[in-house]
């Protein structure tokens, strides 16, 4: 598939039903002419091809699964299984038919057992390892995370963690983390003895840049959690020095394809992170627009009220300043060569505009995640609010 969207390769990709994957999948679908292999759990292949159906369906409301659906394929199998769960004869197929492997599966959720995030976040990499380095040449592309930054207990070796950086001496303070750094010191190791693909570390995924539309369990999501809780409790702490690069989540899936087509990938890695930051009073401002009644407190005086103000304690959590699990420091993330790599092709991150904003809490009011303002369909949201200062 590297170097030609109109290869008539086949791709393996795993993750499919995720947030992240479905839009993989169509932005494989819609920017080639390849059949996408997706690997999923299922009674049977009918049963997986109908849960599929169904995501697409809610992720994509306006484009018919009809478009692309003679393109993908089903094949069923576990990521975290002995060779990934798949049944002989159709592993034996997949040896000689897949020139590409896209691996966007993976326990994101930050909670459960610590076995658990190694087993799918680490296991099942050394299962496609195994799986490209045989049969017909192929290409493993690993969908990893900016986390495996980890932090450090004494003074950090390095101002910046950069593509290149990995093994820095650096500490963990949670399994998902370590699982992912874990995955990619045997993608490394692969990469070295001389298969071919890329690793991709991911920020912090956001909406769909045009429909707002977030990933189906939004009330597993941090940021959305952190919103609600703004909007719930009607105060927050004021904290202007604090900033996110949320990256649109069919941004991010553009940006991955974009660098798995354009090149045969020497075992390179890439930072999929937006340059433009977005402040916590730039989202407070939003709520304000749309009709939430948010009032901002500076921090000292919100840690001593905010218990006494409210007793919902799940809002509060989200909001209360995070404990620290660990002592040490970070250091920032340098995403600037894979920055400009996507510049040269062409590719360029969307700007953070209140629209974009307005469009995600719309689609929150619409799957009841967010309870709307009180003259929510008097004022329709929003105007270009943050322009020019969208960062």
Not at 112 to 136: C, H, K
Not at 380 to 385: H, I, K, P, S, T
Request: net charge neutral; aromatic share 8%; glycine share 8%.
């Amino acid at each position: 598939m590297a170097g030609d969207t109109d290869s008539r390769g086949n791709v393996l990709l795993t993750g499919a039903s995720g947030f992240l994957g479905i839009h993989l999948l169509r932005e494989l679908l819609e920017s080639s002419s390849v059949t996408v292999s997706c690997l999923l759990r299922g009674s049977d292949a009918q049963a997986a091809r109908a849960s599929l159906t169904r995501k697409w369906q809610w992720y994509f409301p306006e484009l018919p699964w009809q478009t692309h659906e003679a393109r993908v394929r089903v094949v069923l199998g576990e990521v975290s299984a002995p060779r990934l769960g798949i049944q002989a004869r159709h592993y034996g197929e997949l040896l000689e038919t897949h020139s590409t492997i896209v691996n966007c599966a993976g326990n994101v959720s930050h909670a459960g057992s610590d076995a658990d995030f190694f087993r799918v976040n680490t296991d099942s990499v050394a299962s496609l390892i195994e799986l490209a380095q045989r049969g017909i040449a192929k290409q493993l592309h690993h969908v990893s995370s900016v986390g495996i930054a980890g932090y450090f207990r004494d003074d950090p070796p390095l101002e910046r963690f950069t593509e290149e950086h990995l093994e820095q001496g650096q500490s963990f303070a949670n399994a998902y983390s370590e699982s992912k750094y874990r995955a990619e010191l045997l993608l490394r190791k692969a990469f070295g003895a001389g298969l071919s693909g890329a690793a991709y570390r991911i920020g912090f995924i956001g909406p769909h840049s045009g429909s707002g539309r977030f990933q189906q369990n939004i009330e597993h999501n941090y940021t959305t959690r952190y919103v609600r809780a703004c909007a719930q409790l009607g105060f927050a702490p004021y904290l202007p020095d604090s900033r996110i690069s949320l990256t649109p989540v069919d941004s991010v899936a553009r940006a991955i394809v974009t660098l798995l087509t354009a090149h045969e990938s020497g075992g390179r890695t890439h930072h999929i992170d937006t340059p433009h930051l977005l402040s916590q009073y730039d989202i407070v401002r939003v709520l304000h627009a749309a009709g939430y009644a948010v009032r901002l407190m500076e921090l000292e005086e919100f840690v001593e009220k905010a218990p006494r103000l409210s007793r919902d304690e799940d809002a509060l959590s989200v909001l209360l300043p995070e404990r620290r699990s660990h002592s040490g420091q970070s250091v920032p993330i340098d995403s600037a060569s894979s920055r400009r790599e996507l510049e040269r092709l062409g590719f360029e991150y969307p700007r953070v505009t209140s629209a974009w904003l307005g469009s995600f809490l719309r689609h929150a009011i619409e799957v009841g995640f967010l309870e709307a303002p009180r003259f929510w369909n008097v004022a329709r949201v929003l105007g270009e609010l943050l322009e020019p200062g969208a960062r």
